[in-house]
């Protein structure tokens, strides 16, 4: 049990340290192209989140990302992003796509969708209806 306890934390540290080793990754935020303003999502649907991949720099050509929904009040700058529920979770980010199933959350026109890969940006706001 305790071999089995020291080689995961080897492997563990190892893999830590190739990352770290590893060139760093540089911020940068992809357009998002869909959803779009206004577009309606129904509950249950399943839907393509895309964003723009011409940008990406080297450093970022083998990262993952991480879609999460959120919305974003009038007056507000809190995305009251769901981070317990993401909508999609590593995929390569050079993909320029992810489909998601809409979740069954409260009906509303205000609802975003965030892609971190080492920086996040939103969507325009967006309608999820039952």
Not at 45 to 54: E, I
Not at 56 to 72: A, D, E, F, K, R
Request: glycine letters at 6%; a negative charge; charged letters at 10%.
């Amino acid at each position: 049990m305790f071999a089995n306890k020291l080689a995961a934390l080897f492997t563990a540290l190892v893999a830590a340290a190739s990352v770290a080793s590893a060139a760093p990754a540089q911020d940068f935020e992809p357009h998002i192209t869909a959803p779009k303003a206004g577009a309606v999502w129904h509950i249950g649907s399943t839907q393509n989140v895309t964003w723009d991949t011409s940008n990406i720099p080297p450093s970022n050509v083998n990262q993952t990302g991480l879609i999460l929904l959120g919305y974003i009040v009038d007056g507000s700058d809190d995305e009251h992003l769901d981070g317990q529920h993401p909508l999609a979770a590593n995929f390569p980010i050079t993909a320029g796509y992810a489909i998601v199933e809409v979740p069954d959350v409260a009906p509303r026109d205000d609802y975003v969708v965030v892609l971190f890969g080492n920086s996040g940006n939103a969507s325009p706001k967006f309608t999820i209806t039952a």
